[in-house]
């Protein structure tokens, strides 16, 4: 079950995967990928936080968050955080 941010501790959803997220991210995909395609992805070295927006159902796409607690969280795009397994 999803649940609602009460107070946005993150940025905006990414929107343009062609870019990263935030500075410091690194595209780590196949090679001759190109970022934003879906054969690789952006990578938070410090974190190990990674968005996957092309995740098939019934996750969906959708971004790995690692909170300042440690915890590992999905965010969806329409802000909501459901807890990582």
Do not use: C
Request: proline letters at 19%; a negative charge; hydrophobic letters at 25%.
């Amino acid at each position: 079950m999803r649940i609602a941010m009460v107070s946005p501790p993150l940025p905006r959803f990414p929107q343009d995967f062609t870019k990263p997220p935030a500075p410091g991210w690194e595209w780590r995909g196949a090679p001759g990928s190109h970022p934003g395609d879906s054969n690789g992805n952006w990578y938070n070295p410090q974190t190990g936080e990674s968005p996957d927006p092309s995740h098939l159902p019934p996750i969906g796409g959708h971004m790995d968050d690692k909170s300042l607690e440690g915890l590992w969280y999905r965010w969806y795009p329409d802000g909501t955080l459901e807890p990582k397994d």
